[in-house]
């Protein structure tokens, strides 16, 4: 081993040369993994923060909100009157304030293409059934639960196509970190026509 001279003193150590600036940074960088891995939350795909094995909810903005709990498991009331009846707080909002208030898991999505520029998708389709309980909600006359949201601005056909690729049209991380930040101009649901 080298001798110890100074403020600048060398150590090899394992073939490696660390000076007294790298060392500094190395431990400057191990505590910040340290305190950033204990600390961490994992979020969700409906803004869930999952913290110490327990569910937390980010706190709405919206005064009108009524919690699903209210609704004595009516999700096609609690659909209509936190998200269309009170979509004038959510227009010109991203999706992601959306996303925050939504207690019901998002299971499924689609988008739709425009008919006059098959380059846009205008919008979006959250569902709330796997495709086979959606299936026989259908055969059985009920309402699918299916809340549309229209873009202020159209998104890009190809890069909706590519996640809807790579997702399979499950509403996942990746679809809910993409489409999270686009700006609603609508919401509505879809109304059965049976």
């Given at each position: 081993?080298?001798?110890?001279?100074?403020?600048?003193?060398?150590?090899?150590?394992?073939?490696?040369?660390?000076?007294?600036?790298?060392?500094?940074?190395?431990?400057?960088?191990?505590?910040?993994?340290?305190?950033?891995?204990?600390?961490?939350?994992?979020?969700?795909?409906?803004?869930?923060?999952?913290?110490?094995?327990?569910?937390?909810?980010?706190?709405?903005?919206?005064?009108?909100?009524?919690?699903?709990?209210?609704?004595?498991?009516?999700?096609?009331?609690?659909?209509?009157?936190?998200?269309?009846?009170?979509?004038?707080?959510?227009?010109?909002?991203?999706l992601n304030v959306l996303l925050q208030d939504l207690e019901l898991p998002v299971k499924e999505?689609?988008?739709?293409?425009?008919?006059?520029?098959?380059?846009?998708?205008?919008?979006?389709?959250?569902?709330?059934?796997?495709?086979?309980?959606?299936?026989?909600?259908?055969?059985?006359?009920?309402?699918?639960?299916?809340?549309?949201?229209?873009?202020?601005?159209?998104?890009?056909?190809?890069?909706?196509?590519?996640?809807?690729?790579?997702?399979?049209?499950?509403?996942?991380?990746?679809?809910?970190?993409?489409?999270?930040?686009?700006?609603?101009?609508?919401?509505?649901?879809?109304?059965?026509?049976?």
């Amino acid at each position: 081993m080298r001798n110890i001279k100074g403020a600048s003193y060398k150590l090899a150590l394992a073939g490696i040369v660390i000076n007294e600036n790298m060392k500094q940074l190395l431990i400057i960088g191990l505590i910040y993994l340290f305190v950033t891995s204990c600390v961490s939350k994992k979020t969700g795909t409906n803004n869930t923060i999952i913290k110490d094995k327990q569910i937390e909810k980010e706190i709405s903005n919206n005064p009108k909100y009524i919690p699903l709990s209210h609704f004595n498991g009516d999700t096609l009331k609690y659909l209509t009157t936190n998200f269309t009846s009170h979509k004038e707080f959510y227009q010109g909002k991203g999706l992601n304030v959306l996303l925050q208030d939504l207690e019901l898991p998002v299971k499924e999505f689609k988008t739709g293409v425009n008919a006059r520029d098959i380059n846009i998708s205008p919008g979006l389709s959250l569902k709330f059934y796997n495709r086979d309980i959606e299936e026989k909600k259908i055969k059985e006359r009920k309402n699918p639960l299916v809340l549309y949201v229209i873009w202020q601005i159209p998104l890009p056909e190809d890069d909706v196509t590519s996640i809807i690729r790579t997702t399979h049209g499950y509403w996942n991380n990746q679809a809910n970190n993409y489409f999270r930040q686009f700006k609603i101009k609508e919401i509505g649901m879809v109304a059965p026509n049976y």
